[in-house]
T-cell receptor, first 116, second 113 residues
Framework: NAGVMQNPRHLVRRRGQEARLRCSPM?????VYWYRQLPEEGLKFMVY????????ESGMPKERFSAEFPKEGPSILRIQQVVRGDSAAYFC??????????????FGPGTRLTVL | TQLLEQSPQFLSIQEGENLTVYCNSS?????LQWYRQEPGEGPVLLVT?????EVKKLKRLTFQFGDARKDSSLHITAAQPGDTGLYLC?????????????FGQGTRLTINP
């Protein structure tokens, strides 16, 4: 009964490199969400995906950031040409269905990205 | 601007005391969740409240959803050091045609032995 899995747990990149964060949702969940958290702050929504579709990317910067959730395999959050301001904890959550239908989101342990 | 205002942001009290954390908004939510987050980990869901006026208890924790479904509170009785952590409220609603779960800023709670 594995929960949401994320890897890597910690990622260090130099400015200008690419960061790829992976998320495997809970078994049976087809809805995936990515959030970003800065120290001492709450979670900020980035993007909501269902299998092979981006449903809502209103919280994701239009440049350098992209996300996918392929038919097979984990969801990927990709940050190109990272800058120091991208340093944060990135959390993935999954749910059985949409939030307004009463479906709860379950979170992974997060990936802590540090940009040097 | 913060859609969901959580207060206080920091709270440090002695073991055995009672405390209440508040989540307030001018928006109506279809449901509201409370999470607890330990350092270096992801948020863990504590409870979901759905009905206006609903009260749920989880051992020494009491959660209440406001009658108008715009606010919520978390009350902890006889706090213990193990209650230390970051408490987050999150409300589900529709924003510009998209379903969203919006989070408060969090309350960092420290219980001193």
């Amino acid at each position: 009964n594995a929960g949401v899995m994320q890897n890597p747990r910690h990622l260090v990149r130099r400015r200008g490199q690419e960061a790829r964060l992976r998320c495997s949702p809970m078994k049976g969940h087809s809805h995936v969400y990515w959030y970003r958290q800065l120290p001492e702050e709450g979670l900020k929504f980035m993007v909501y995906l269902q299998k092979e579709n981006i449903i809502d990317e209103s919280g994701m910067p239009k440049e350098r950031f992209s996300a996918e959730f392929p038919k097979e395999g984990p969801s990927i959050l990709r940050i190109q040409q990272v800058v120091r301001g991208d340093s944060a904890a990135y959390f993935c959550a999954s749910s059985l269905g949409q939030v307004l239908a009463g479906n709860e989101q379950f979170f992974g342990p997060g990936t802590r990205l540090t940009v040097l | 601007t913060q859609l969901l205002e959580q207060s206080p942001q920091f709270l440090s009290i002695q073991e055995g005391e009672n405390l209440t954390v508040y989540c307030n908004s001018s928006s109506v939510f279809s449901s509201l969740q409370w999470y607890r987050q330990e350092p270096g980990e992801g948020p863990v869901l504590l409870v979901t409240v759905v009905t206006g006026g609903e009260v749920k208890k989880l051992k020494r924790l009491t959660f209440q959803f406001g009658d108008a479904r715009k606010d919520s509170s978390l009350h902890i009785t006889a706090a213990q050091p193990g209650d230390t952590g970051l408490y987050l409220c999150a409300g589900a609603l529709m924003i510009q045609g998209a379903q969203k779960l919006v989070f408060g800023q969090g309350t960092r709670l420290t219980i001193n032995p």
